[in-house]
């Protein structure tokens, strides 16, 4: 520090650092994009993905986008979790059993055809045709 007054430095560093910093948007590597993006688009009550370039994208109601993209190698299995309300668990539950997807109420799939109630919400685990593993939780893990 010089010992000068702070002024405008002082407040553009307060600006800067009282800015949220948010997810804007992540990569899903799939074999078919577009299909991969239309599945959980429709599954999870969304528009139609948006085509940007290579990418088609999946945006989320805190508007974090996943941009599903060919994948030019060998997929790299990910995990991709939801918050949902109790309402739409309820639609989009639906709409799993309804297309008879496999479900699990664990990641490691040893309780299939169940949902669980951890954290005194519902939550449950399905893939996407890729293999990526995809939840919905009511509650974020640890209750919050
Ligand atoms: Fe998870």
């Not at 560093?13 to 804007?24: G, K, V, W």
């Not at 805190?62 to 190698?73: E, G, H, W």
């Not at 979790?81 to 990641?107: C, H, T």
């Amino acid at each position: 520090m010089t010992g000068r007054p702070c002024r405008r430095s002082c407040r553009v560093l307060a600006r800067y650092t009282l800015m949220p910093i948010e997810l804007n948007h992540t990569i899903v590597h799939a074999r078919d994009p577009q299909a991969s993006a239309a599945f959980l688009a429709d599954l999870l009550g969304r528009d139609a993905p948006i085509r940007f370039g290579p990418f088609y994208g999946v945006e989320l109601d805190n508007r974090v986008t996943l941009d599903f993209i060919q994948a030019d190698q060998e997929l790299t299995i990910e995990h991709y979790a939801f918050l949902v309300s109790e309402e739409e668990f309820d639609q989009i539950f639906g709409r799993i059993q309804a297309r008879k997807l496999a479900y699990w109420a664990d990641p490691a799939h040893k309780q299939p055809g169940t949902i669980n109630h951890h954290d005194g919400g519902r939550g449950v685990y399905w893939n996407d045709p890729n293999g990526h593993y995809l939840e919905i939780i009511t509650r974020p893990y640890g209750g919050g």
